[in-house]
T-cell receptor, first 111, second 114 residues
Framework: GIQVEQSPPDLILQEGANSTLRCNFS?????LQWFHQNPWGQLINLFY???GTKQNGRLSATTVATERYSLLYISSSQTTDSGVYFC?????????????FGTGTRLTIIP | NAGVTQTPKFQVLKTGQSMTLQCAQD?????MYWYRQDPGMGLRLIYY???????DKGEVPNGYNVSRLNKREFSLRLESAAPSQTSVYFC?????????????FGDGTRLSIL
């Protein structure tokens, strides 16, 4: 099956710093989602991004499908950004859509 | 707008007991999914239902059964719980009909098997 690798596995930053999280995948995909899992375990949809760049406030994401990677940028980090960030790739097969998750990047923002 | 609602939020079982995790969505989505998340890992697909009346196995289906009761509800059953099934279980839904839309997740059910 498809492999999804995220880097770095852990990241500790001072409040106000910027960060870049990377997601590599081993095969062609139909789409890609970025999630933030907060300290309470809730999964928050951040981006649904098959290609190109999207921005939402301090967060932006870029997917280069032909090179099989996606990047999540977080600018001016806040303590509320702490948690685990997952990318998940979507494969659509005969109308069924399956997400395969990476193992995540754990981000800790220090005040 | 509730989105995807899972019940219960927490449950402790003894080995061999059975239970059903409930999931309901109010977004009129066709597809529904059950995942499990083990410590330090991403989510893995257990079962999914592309539409009402259909179910298919995902990556880790052993030890589980599912029922797509109607378009809104998709339940996950553990017939004889085992300690290896201690995990956090997430239900998700997405729209279909030829459009690719993101999956929306519930808040999870934290299940401990003693």
């Amino acid at each position: 099956g498809i492999q999804v690798e995220q880097s770095p596995p852990d990241l500790i930053l001072q409040e106000g710093a910027n960060s870049t999280l990377r997601c590599n995948f081993s095969d062609s995909v139909n789409n890609l989602q970025w999630f933030h899992q907060n300290p309470w375990g809730q999964l928050i949809n951040l981006f649904y991004i098959p290609s190109g760049t999207k921005q939402n406030g301090r967060l932006s994401a870029t997917t280069v499908a032909t090179e099989r990677y996606s990047l999540l940028y977080i600018s001016s980090s806040q303590t509320t950004d702490s948690g685990v960030y997952f990318c998940a790739v979507l494969i659509s097969n005969f109308g069924n859509e399956k997400l395969t998750f990476g193992t995540g990047t754990r981000l800790t923002i220090i005040p | 707008n509730a989105g995807v609602t899972q019940t219960p939020k927490f449950q402790v079982l003894k080995t061999g007991q059975s239970m059903t995790l409930q999931c309901a969505q109010d977004m009129n989505h066709n597809s529904m999914y059950w995942y499990r998340q083990d410590p330090g890992m991403g989510l893995r697909l257990i079962y999914y239902s592309a539409s009402e009346g259909t179910t298919d196995k995902g990556e880790v289906p052993n030890g589980y059964n599912v029922s797509r009761l109607n378009k809104r509800e998709f339940s996950l059953r553990l017939e004889s719980a085992a300690p290896s099934q201690t995990s956090v279980y997430f239900c998700a839904s997405s729209d279909m009909g030829g459009r690719q839309q993101p999956q929306h997740f519930g808040d999870g059910t934290r299940l401990s098997i003693l």
